[in-house]
């Protein structure tokens, strides 16, 4: 097994704190400007975009501080993530066809969030398998 490619971790890494910038930044702004209307809805739905964002960002961080991974084991996360992503999209689509608001601001936010990262392993999966 050799190490992985530099450029594939870094992007990847990059990618994903990234993301969870964007999720904390949206989360902080979104909270901090809630409408008064549907406020339960989109309280929930940042807040959840939010805890989202932290994990991802955890996730990079420790990507930065480990020994980078050889290409077979980023290959087999990926694509093991790629299927939890599928169940994320699943359970967020059945949160948010519920009725309170609360339960369709999570689920919403846990669909965009798995529909992003789906596309994110995926395109990753992809490079892993072009190295």
Do not use: H
Not at 76 to 99: E, H
């Amino acid at each position: 097994m050799c190490d992985m490619e530099p450029p594939i971790l870094l992007y990847l890494t990059i990618g994903l704190i990234a993301w969870a910038f964007i999720s904390l930044g949206a989360a902080v702004a979104g909270l901090y400007f809630i409408p008064k209307s549907n406020s339960e809805y989109w309280g929930a739905f940042w807040f959840m975009n939010g805890i989202w964002g932290l994990i991802d960002g955890i996730i990079g961080w420790a990507n930065l501080i480990t020994k980078p991974a050889t290409i077979e084991f980023l290959r087999n996360v990926l694509a093991i993530n790629s299927g939890i992503d599928l169940i994320y999209i699943t359970l967020g689509t059945i949160l948010a066809t519920r009725s309170k608001p609360v339960l369709k601001g999570f689920g919403r936010a846990i669909l965009l969030q798995g529909l992003f990262l789906l596309i994110f392993d995926l395109i990753f999966l992809y490079f892993c398998y072009q190295s």
